[in-house]
């Protein structure tokens, strides 16, 4: 079964400064990977997914995550962050039929003025 | 465009009582589902639909029931409730799958059993 690690459970940063956010998954074919965004008090939204291809794929609010395959790896990134991307954010992976979606444990961002 | 309702806000309940989470998308979304969420481990999947009349059990499904008599609702059964199910429950719903088409989920229901 797919499986999905997020090594930080909580991550400061200083607004304008760049991002990071790690990602981890366990799968045994190639993965279709995603990026969601939780809000306080909200549901998900995605934020970007990888299917196959370019391995530096674009989402939106100005993110971006890259695929490592021989890493099992797919960090989050951002150049600059913004007061308004404190959140959390939960890396997923779904299974071959497509119907199952693994999320990892969340990391929570918060922004230094 | 109301998108992913899901009604109660918040619930108490009293170990043993049963209730249901309503769900209700206005998308025509073939996909539905249900996720817990809790504290360090992230969204679980409870239940999950691909179509009226078909359901299949998740990843933690143990003390709960699902139903899908239309497109359009997918109710999540608590049969009797233990304080296990303390819990923020989302519900999520896709046009054909989360593989192809992204999850909308509803603000949740903050679930306690007391």
């Known amino acids: 079964a797919q499986s999905v690690t997020q090594p930080d459970i909580h991550i400061t940063v200083s607004e304008g400064a760049s991002l990071e956010l790690r990602c981890n998954y366990s799968y045994g074919a190639t993965p279709y990977l995603f990026w969601y965004v939780q809000s306080p008090g909200q549901g998900l939204q995605l934020l970007l997914k990888?299917?196959?291809?370019?391995?530096l794929v674009q989402g939106i609010k100005g993110f971006e995550a890259e695929f490592k395959r021989s890493q099992s790896s797919f960090n989050l990134r951002k150049p600059s962050v913004h007061w308004s991307d404190a959140a959390e954010y939960f890396c997923?992976?779904?299974?071959?039929?497509?119907?199952?979606?693994?999320f990892g444990g969340g990391t929570r961002l918060m922004v230094k003025p | 465009n109301a998108g992913v309702t899901q009604t109660p806000k918040f619930q108490v309940l009293k170990t043993g009582q049963s209730m249901t989470l309503q769900c209700a998308q206005d998308?025509?979304?073939?996909?539905m589902s249900w996720y817990r969420q809790d504290p360090g481990m992230g969204l679980r999947l409870i239940h999950y639909s691909v179509g009226a009349g078909i359901t299949d059990q998740g990843e933690v499904p143990n003390g709960y029931n699902v139903s899908r008599s239309t497109t359009e609702d997918f109710p999540l059964r608590l049969l009797s409730a233990a304080p296990s199910q303390t819990s923020v429950y989302f519900c999520?719903?896709?046009?054909?799958?989360?593989?192809?088409?992204?999850?909308?989920f509803g603000n949740g229901t903050r679930l306690t059993v007391t």
């Open positions: 997923a992976v779904v299974n071959n039929a497509g119907n199952m979606l693994t």
């Open positions: 990888y299917f196959s291809g370019d391995t």
């Open positions: 998308m025509n979304h073939e996909y």
């Open positions: 999520a719903s896709s046009r054909s799958g989360p593989g192809v088409s992204p999850l909308h």
